[in-house]
C-alpha cells in the first residue's frame, strides 16, 4: 500500500466519522450545551419605535409601538454635551432634523426638533409623520416602559456613554430585559465589560465566525455566550433598502448571501440552544413571511401594525 492510500485509508473514516458526530450534535445540543434562558422571547420588534407610521425613535413612537402589541423596542444611544443619554439612530442630526450639528457638541436643551416628516430608512421613497417630533431620553423609555424589552444599539466606543447606559439599565432594575447591541466587537467587549449581565448580541465579525464554524462542523462543539443573532433579511436589499456599498447592489452577491446565511439547519441548532434570531427590516408582508419561514423567533419592522396583524391571522390559522 502506497504512502497516499495509507494516509486515505486513515483520513477517509476520521472525516466521516467527524462529519457524523458534528451532525448529530448540530441537532442535538442539549447533550452538550445546557439551553439559554433569556427573562424574554419576543416575535415583534419595532425598529427606531416602528419609524414607519410615527417619526422614528420618539416617545409617540414607542408608545403607538406598545399599544399595538410590539415585544421589544429597537434604539440607538448618543450622548449630549452635558452628559444625557439620547435615543437617536444618528449621532449627525442633519438628515433628522435638517440642522448639520453632532448631538455631543449640544447640550440638552439645544437640540433640535425632527423634521416635520421623515424618510423610512428601510422602505424607499416612504416618509412617516407625527405630532411629538422631540428626541427622546433613554431613561424616558425606560420609565414609561418597565417591562418591555430593549434592544439598545451602540454605534461608538465611547466609555461614558456605555457607563450612562448600564446606569440606567440598573437603576429601572431591567438587565434581565435589556440587550446590549453592537456590530463592531471592540464596542461589544466594553459594553459586555461594563455590564456582564445584560444580555448581547453577535457582533459582525462573530457572525462570520458562527458561519465559519457551521460550515467546517465545528459549531455544535463551541460554547456560544450571544443570546440573539440580528442580521439583515437579504432579499429586502435594492428593493426596500438600497444599501451603500457598491458591492451590496450587485443582485448576484444579495442571493450569494442569502443562499449563505438563511440556513435552516444552523437556525433550528441555534433555537435548540436558546438563542433567538432576529431578521430585519422586514416592511412588506412578503418579507415578514421569508423571515419566519426561514426560522427567524423574531422580525424587526418599521411597521408594528403591519407585523401585529400578520401575527394575529397567522396565529389563527395555525
Given amino acids: 500500500m502506497g504512502v497516499m492510500e495509507s494516509f486515505l485509508y486513515f483520513l477517509l473514516p476520521a472525516v466521516g466519522g467527524y462529519a457524523l458526530a458534528s451532525l448529530f450534535f448540530l441537532k442535538n445540543p442539549h447533550i452538550l450545551h445546557k439551553k439559554k434562558q433569556t427573562a424574554f422571547f419576543c416575535t415583534h420588534i419595532s425598529h427606531r419605535g416602528g419609524s414607519g407610521e410615527r417619526i422614528e425613535n420618539t416617545m409617540e413612537a414607542f408608545t403607538h409601538a406598545a399599544e399595538v402589541g410590539t415585544e421589544m423596542l429597537e434604539l440607538d444611544c448618543h450622548l449630549t454635551k452635558d452628559g444625557h443619554v439620547v435615543v437617536s439612530h ?16 449640544l447640550n440638552l436643551e439645544e437640540l433640535p426638533p425632527y423634521n416635520e416628516t421623515l424618510e423610512v430608512t428601510f422602505k424607499t421613497g416612504h416618509f412617516s409623520t407625527g405630532s411629538d417630533r422631540n428626541l427622546a ?4 423609555v425606560f420609565r414609561k416602559f418597565p417591562h418591555i424589552a430593549v434592544n439598545i444599539e451602540v454605534k461608538e466606543n465611547n466609555s461614558m456613554l456605555i457607563e450612562k447606559i448600564s446606569d440606567l439599565v440598573k437603576k429601572y432594575n431591567r438587565e434581565a430585559i435589556s440587550v446590549w447591541a453592537s456590530v463592531d466587537s471592540t464596542i461589544m467587549e466594553n459594553c459586555r465589560k461594563t455590564n456582564s449581565s445584560m444580555p448581547y448580541m453577535f457582533t459582525v465579525k462573530r ?20 443570546s ?21 447592489k450587485s443582485r448576484l452577491v444579495v442571493s450569494l ?13 441555534l433555537r435548540d440552544r436558546g438563542i433567538q434570531i432576529h431578521l430585519f427590516v422586514c416592511n412588506v408582508e412578503q418579507d415578514i413571511e421569508a423571515a419566519f419561514a426561514a426560522g427567524a423567533t423574531g422580525v424587526m419592522t418599521d411597521y408594528p401594525i403591519l407585523l401585529s396583524n400578520y401575527i394575529r391571522r397567522h396565529t389563527q390559522d395555525t
Fill in 207 to 226: 457572525g462570520l465566525k458562527l458561519l465559519l464554524l457551521y460550515y467546517t462542523g465545528l459549531l455544535p462543539f463551541v460554547p456560544l455566550g450571544e
Fill in 228 to 248: 440573539f443573532l440580528q442580521f439583515y433579511l437579504p432579499q429586502i436589499m435594492n428593493r426596500e433598502f438600497i444599501p451603500d456599498m457598491w458591492i451590496m
Fill in 257 to 269: 448571501i442569502q443562499r449563505l446565511t438563511l440556513r435552516k439547519a444552523m437556525f433550528k441548532h
Fill in 90 to 105: 444618528d449621532e449627525n442630526l442633519l438628515r433628522q432634523t435638517g440642522q448639520d450639528v453632532n448631538i455631543s457638541s
Fill in 137 to 140: 431620553l433613554l431613561e424616558d
